[in-house]
């Protein structure tokens, strides 16, 4: 019997081995794709400007851009959608929230233990970028705070155009974190680079809901 048991501790031990791996060379692996993608569209766009035209609401698993805090060293693709796949290899942008450049709260998700590990040294006043093909909307944080899972005011929609990034808390909390980690941080005016094109349509319906994916 005790053969048996650890035939099966060490088989169980290299499965969760094996699915770390994997899982962080996936999410490795998408971000370098997009990245790739990204500047690519780039490049495109500046080689061939497309006449200003409103910008169509984005599909699920949809690139929207590159998120920056410079002070963390934080570089991270974000991708439409909250999804538990979605945040898996991405920060995502909650379908119900406006995109970058559009009146109101731009939300995003993503994992306290990947790419939103670094917001826990984030502080007041700093600079956050976010890369789109519109161009690059700066942000400064103006607040942080946690929440209970049921208070979703501050997904609420805004007057002015600011930021949300959204993460569990404790950051080193085993198991599901009972918190929420809210950054807020306002525009710094428009963008600061990009094609000559209008700013996307902000969404209709302002997000009132935590993500899909049942743990950051």
């Not at 994992?111 to 826990?120: A, V």
Request: charged share 20%; hydrophobic share 45%; net charge neutral.
């Amino acid at each position: 019997m005790k053969r048996v048991a650890e035939t099966v501790f060490l088989i169980a031990g290299l499965a969760l081995v094996d699915w770390y791996i994997w899982t962080e060379a996936r999410a490795v692996l998408y971000q370098a794709y997009a990245s790739w993608t990204f500047n690519s569209q780039l490049h495109q766009i500046e080689e061939t400007p497309v006449p200003a035209a409103p910008a169509p609401r984005l599909k699920r698993d949809e690139l929207v851009g590159r998120l920056q805090i410079p002070r963390l060293g934080l570089n991270v693709m974000v991708r439409e959608g909250d999804d538990a796949a979605t945040l898996a290899e991405a920060v995502g942008h909650l379908p119900s929230s406006p995109l970058p450049g559009a009146p109101g709260n731009v939300a995003l998700a993503g994992h306290r233990d990947t790419f939103f590990r670094p917001l826990r040294d984030l502080r007041v006043n700093d600079r956050i970028a976010f890369a789109t093909l519109k161009g690059t909307y700066q942000y400064q944080v103006e607040s942080l705070k946690i929440v209970s899972p049921s208070d979703v005011s501050v997904l609420q929609a805004s007057a002015e155009p600011t930021l949300t990034l959204v993460t569990c808390y404790p950051f080193y909390y085993v198991g599901s974190a009972p918190k929420r980690f809210i950054v807020r941080a306002r525009q710094l005016g428009p963008a600061m680079a990009g094609p000559p094109q209008d700013a996307p349509i902000a969404d209709s319906h302002p997000a009132r809901e935590w993500p899909r994916s049942p743990a950051l």
